[in-house]
């Protein structure tokens, strides 16, 4: 069963750690508006709060001794520590890495650094990313079949994709996941639309 | 000045009832680049919400490492009313607006989860007819539920007071301007927790708790048409059409 859950509004009678949500009297509440799917609540709208563990897509903005700065579509920019990744990379170039930490305000270093050559970047929500990759990368498999690109998501929020193959059908896809993202049976409508349109 | 009459045969001015409510007409996510949005239309007032952040805190000085900084700007348009209110820019009014409205988020936002940053609250009055705090009250809370930054509550709220010696709910621009008494409300949604409370003219004790009995039941309505606001802002495709 479904159903729509706003800000405030109790989620589970017990006390559960969940993101979207806070505990208060024993009793959990929603913090941002959800869904609630067998049991199950969905963030549908979150300012991203970037994990150890995240794969991100960034931009080089800056070099500097202690590293390169990535703008990672967050109020701070990332940093690749020259001092754990032997990598050179270009003002302006793109990359895709993980997190690998963070500290008490926020601020992020990326491992782990594959350069990714020049593509388009686009931004879609970070709370819809979960949907945009889909269950076992279902979703993103699926689009970069149909389209033959490839594509890069990061959790942050930013999507990489290459310079080969139907580039604005993922875009065009990408607009249709982010307004259905809340409905089910996402993937088979994906898929027709996919087919429809290639 | 004279006072004109607020009540013609038992009915106020605009023809309600006293605890009955303007038309109130709310849409989320009419902003393209804002993190969240709202528009509330709400009898002749006419307010437009866009929230932004969490983001980089300027100045970089005023950053807090232990929380975001909420902040609020309110403005009225120069074609919001034919009175002084028109001119445009921050003004005495409007910074002491941006402020409450400030310090009722300021409760319910969880900006300790985001350090270093800071969350815009923009309320801009396109059309004024009384109650736009109220109305942009009920915007920001839409907005920012919409953007998804993390609250403990919603928040909705409404302008009781008294006007021609009768107390009544949701005071338009006559009954403000010549009431004796005009008291913007605003309420937690669960917790019905008072984040906002200021009063012009005079009310007794008795007549204060008959106010805000009749704002929490008032705000009840409000606080349905914030969440149905929400709720529809999924059902749209392609972003919600904004007719002004």
Redo the contacts between chains.
């Keep these: 069963m479904e159903r729509?859950v706003?800000?405030?509004?109790e989620v589970w009678k017990r006390e559960v750690q969940a993101s979207?949500t806070?505990v208060?009297g024993g009793i959990t509440?929603a913090?941002?508006?959800g869904m609630m799917r067998d049991e199950k609540f969905i963030?549908?709208?979150?300012?991203y709060?970037p994990k150890v563990g995240d794969n991100v897509v960034g931009v080089v903005v800056d070099e500097r001794h202690a590293g390169y700065m990535v703008d990672l579509n967050l109020?701070?920019n990332g940093v690749i520590p020259t001092r754990k990744v032997r990598i050179h990379l270009e003002l302006g170039g793109m990359v895709y890495g993980k997190i690998t930490f963070v500290d008490?305000?926020?601020n992020v270093d990326i491992g782990e650094v594959d350069k990714l050559p020049a593509g388009k970047l686009l931004s879609v929500?970070a709370?819809k990313v979960p949907r945009i990759i889909g269950k076992k990368s279902s979703m993103l498999n699926q689009i970069r079949e149909m389209s033959g690109c490839p594509v890069f998501v990061g959790n942050n929020g930013y999507v990489w994709i290459g310079p080969r193959g139907n580039m604005h059908l993922v875009a065009k896809t990408l607009r249709l996941i982010i307004?259905?993202a809340?409905t089910s049976g996402l993937t088979d409508q994906v898929a027709k639309y996919l087919d429809e349109n290639r | 000045m004279e006072t004109p009459e607020l009540f013609k045969d038992g009915k106020r001015l605009d023809g309600r009832a006293l605890d009955e409510l303007r038309p109130i007409r709310i849409i989320a996510g009419v902003l393209k680049e804002a993190e969240g949005s709202a528009f509330v239309e709400w009898g002749g007032n006419k307010v437009i919400c866009g929230i932004y952040g969490p983001r980089e805190c300027i100045p970089k000085h005023g950053a807090s490492p232990y929380t975001a900084l909420l902040k609020c700007r309110y403005t009225m348009s120069p074609f919001a009313s034919l009175e002084e209110h028109g001119r445009t820019g921050p003004n005495r009014r409007s910074t002491e607006i941006s402020k409450v409205i400030r310090e009722a988020f300021g409760g319910v936002v969880m900006s300790g989860e985001f350090p270093k940053t800071q969350i815009d609250i923009y309320v801009d009055v396109l059309q004024a007819e009384g109650g736009t705090r109220i109305a942009a009250i009920a915007a920001a809370t839409v907005a920012l539920a919409n953007a998804g930054i993390p609250m403990k509550d919603m928040i909705s709220g409404v302008a009781v007071g008294k006007a021609g010696g009768q107390l009544v709910v949701d005071l338009g621009k006559a009954e403000d301007n010549y009431g004796e008494s005009d008291m913007p409300i605003a309420f937690t949604h669960r917790d019905k927790e008072i984040v906002f409370l200021q009063m012009d003219g005079k009310l007794t004790p008795e007549e204060l708790g008959n106010c805000i009995d009749s704002a929490m039941e008032a705000s009840e309505k409000v606080y349905a048409l914030q969440s149905e606001a929400l709720r529809k802002s999924y059902e749209a495709e392609g972003g919600q059409e904004l007719d002004i």
């Design positions: 729509m706003l800000p405030g509004e979207g806070y208060r509440y913090s941002v508006p963030p549908l709208e979150m300012a709060r109020p701070y008490e305000v926020g929500p709370s307004e259905r809340h």
